[in-house]
C-alpha cells in the first residue's frame, strides 16, 4: 500500500519482558495441555524454558533453540483450536503480567498521536489477541506455515533479531512511518537491529548484553517492575473518568453562577 501525505513517527514495542513480564508462547503452555495439544512433559519443559528465560534472557543460540523447540511443539496442532484457547484464556493468563509502565508509554505514544505496533518472535495466533487487548494499531509477529487448518512445523516468518528490523521498515514503507522519529523498545540484544533502526531506541529491563551497549550508545534505560492487571487498571481509569468530567462541570457551574450573581448585583447597584 502506498502511503500519500507527510511521514509520522510511530512507537515499536516488542512483547516479552518489555510489555509483559513472561514469555508469551511458553505462559499458555497449562491451557495448551488443558486443550489437548501438549502433555504433561511438555508443560514441565515449558517452565523450564521459561525459568532460564526469565533468569537471563535469551541469545542469539536460545532463541534458535527456541524455534526449533516451538516448531517440533506445534506441528500438528489444529489453528482453530489455538486461536480458541487463547482467546478463552487470554485475560486469565496475560492480563496480570502487562507492566503498568509499558501499558502507560502505550497511552502516551496514542496521546501524542503515534501508531503502537508490536513486534513479536511469537506465534501471530498468540500475539494478535495480545496486542487488540492493549488497543495495539498493528502487530508484526512469527507465522506459522498452515496446511489444512493445522501448522505443519515450518516456520514461514521468524521475527527475530534482523528480521524484525527489516519487518518494521517495511512497514514504515508501507504506513509512511518517519523512523527516524520514532521509538523502539525491547528488553534483549538480540532486538539490536531493531532499536537501531529508530531515531529514539529504548532499553526495557535490558539483558546485561543490551544494557552494556544501551549505556555504550547513550540509550534511555527503563526498568519496569510493577505487572498490573489490565482489567482492574482500566475500570479503575473509567470509575475516575466520570467522576473527573462530574466535577469538572460542577466547577463549571459554580463558575457560571458566580458570574450570574455578579453580574445581577452590578445592575442592582446601577439601578440604586
Known amino acids: 500500500m502506498e502511503h500519500l501525505g507527510t511521514a509520522r513517527p510511530a512507537a515499536f514495542f516488542d ?23 501438549i502433555n504433561r512433559r511438555t508443560v514441565l519443559r515449558s517452565a523450564y524454558a521459561q525459568f532460564v528465560y526469565l533468569l537471563g534472557g535469551a541469545d542469539h543460540d536460545q532463541m534458535e533453540r527456541m524455534r526449533e523447540y516451538l516448531s517440533a511443539m506445534c506441528t500438528g496442532w489444529d489453528v482453530e483450536t489455538v486461536r480458541s484457547i487463547v482467546a478463552d484464556t487470554l485475560h486469565h493468563i496475560v492480563d496480570p503480567i ?15 498521536g503515534r501508531d503502537v505496533v508490536i513486534v513479536s518472535s511469537s506465534g ?34 521468524y521475527v ?9 521498515t517495511t512497514l514504515a514503507a508501507a504506513e509512511g512511518y518517519a523512523l527516524q522519529d520514532s521509538y523502539a523498545y525491547s528488553d534483549s540484544v538480540t532486538d539490536e537491529p531493531m532499536l537501531a533502526a529508530v531515531g529514539h ?3 526495557v529491563n535490558p ?3 543490551l544494557r552494556r551497549l544501551a549505556i555504550g550508545r547513550d540509550w534511555p534505560v527503563l526498568d519496569f517492575t510493577k505487572p498490573v492487571a489490565l482489567t482492574e487498571r482500566t475500570r479503575f481509569r473509567e470509575v475516575r473518568r466520570p467522576a473527573v468530567a462530574a466535577t469538572a462541570v460542577g466547577a463549571g457551574l459554580a463558575a ?13 447597584l446601577a439601578e440604586s
Open 98 to 112: 502487562v507492566y503498568d509502565e509499558a501499558v502507560t508509554l502505550i497511552e502516551e505514544h496514542h496521546a501524542a
Open 15 to 37: 512483547l516479552d519482558k518489555t510489555i509483559i513480564a513472561r514469555s508469551s508462547t511458553l505462559a499458555f503452555s497449562r491451557p495448551f495441555y488443558a486443550g489437548g495439544l
Open 201 to 203: 531506541p529504548v532499553a
Open 160 to 168: 527475530y533479531g534482523p528480521y524484525k528490523a527489516t519487518a518494521i
Open 124 to 157: 501471530f495466533e498468540v500475539v494478535e489477541p495480545i496486542g487488540r487487548m492493549l488497543g495495539a494499531d498493528k502487530v508484526i509477529a512469527t507465522r506459522m506455515v498452515v496446511a489444512d487448518g493445522k501448522y505443519t512445523g515450518e516456520i514461514e516468518e
Open 256 to 268: 457560571a453562577g458566580l458570574l450570574l450573581y455578579a453580574a445581577r448585583r452590578r445592575a442592582r
Open 207 to 209: 539483558d546485561k548484553a
